[in-house]
């Protein structure tokens, strides 16, 4: 496990339309390797739908979304997915969903299952290979999504709002895990959330969508320090000040 | 150590037996004098289940030679497992057919909408008719000449055409249930891991479906029983419906409950030992309620 590197996401005028409705108009974006990057905005205002034409799942009507100069499919193991409610096959246990990128590009039983369980390591499940996904608590599910996206090596994570399920001291520990582990192995993240403090404390830059159409969109990099350190990051002043000057950009946005 | 829970299930046979030696001694006490009876029973109306039992002895335990010594032998090819054998032939070709072809419909309409469409008023139908109600018209197509050698074996196509219209609708619509609550985070989890083709088939749709699949088995399995021992009682040579028919014409009225017993039993073995076992595999994690 060592740092990924890799080139930028592209996003070239890139417009969607669901049902006749324009949901994305000439939208330009560039997301730079090993960048932690949030993309935040309200309910409804195309977040996911984003998401999903990042990873492929959706074409754009006009445009191009491009890494290593080739269009994305779901299928590119340079991309991982973790979605917003873990969707871990309920059938598998928390190992065997860990494994079973590997057993579909038919890596051999005994490998998969060392990498598989390196991982679950890392997330800290290193007890749980046997669980299925239905014994074990929200938090702990994210954890082995978390893992079974890792194990195929992604160098690009695209993260559904992973922690909005989980109760508010569980998302701070899977922050820090996150952060831990991004630091480590160093994907490029793009982190969809509704949540301003989590958006403050995990990422370089962050997105403020608008409401569709969003040809424009806000953005603000950061500038708190790393490594960042659950409670003093959260309580420095530039925490609150970074906080403060987010907020405003929203409250812009929306009027 | 758990401790076991008492189960009030092991109350239900003793209180069956209970209420039949009742009725039964009731019906011998207040029917006709001179009809064939002693104290307890009436063995033509209402024989008690001891007798039941003995009538089992006697069909497994046949009379070695008819001079009337009363020697009794077990033989292997007695009427009893003859019919036994029959029936459960009859149900494994014609059930297992049914499933065969209802894994690939039931497939087929759960993925295609169309075809879905064009099925369920088919389904309806066929399902809104009890099974035994195409019995005299299979009778009628499959004893046509053309298939009068087939009909006259115990390989009775008319039989098993029943047993398939019985087991084959409802395994359809549970497995087409099974296609359609597969959820579409779990495909698309599958291809962002790598999944494509026949893997997405393999590792995600063929497992999300398999509770609903083994619960269609087991419906299946039960209606195609049911049927199938109906069905027998219009003529047909062997099964377990003809021994419950031969006992009402002969007046063996035993053999009409050892019929009724041995049915209740095999249907009750299948469930218990087979379907109930893989359906508590999935329990853990599926929701099946059919």
Redesign the interface.
Known sequence: MKRVGGEPLIVKNMSFAYDGKEIFNNLNLEINAGDFCSIIGPSGCGKTTLLNLLAGFLQPNTGHIRMHDRDIIPEDPLLGYVFQTSALFPWLTALENAEFGLKMVGVGQKERQKTAQSYLDLVGLSEFGDYLPHRLSGGMQQRVSLARTLVNNPHLLLMDEPFGALDALTREVMQDELLRIWHDLGQTVIFITHDIDEAVYLSDRIIVLNVAPNGIFTEINSVLPRPRSGPKTRTDNMFWEYKKSLIQHITDVHH | MAKRRFSYAWLSIPAVLLVWFLLAWFLAWSGEWGELFDRFENQLRLPQSWTVVYSGYEELFPLVDLSGSGIRAFQWDNELFKNMYVSLFREVVGFGSALILALIVGAATGFFKPFRQFMYPITALFQSVPPIAWAPIMVLVFTSPFYQSLTASVFSLAVLSVIFIAGFFPMVVTIQEGVLQI?G??V?????????GW?LYR??YF??S?PFITTGMRLGFSYAWRALVAAEMLGVEFGIGQLILTGDATGKTPLILLGVTIIGGISFLFEAFIFKRIEAH?S???HTNA
């Open positions: 959820q985070s779990d698309k989890a599958a291809r962002v891991l790598g999944a494509k893997q590792y995600v497992p999300a398999l999935y853990e994690w599926s």
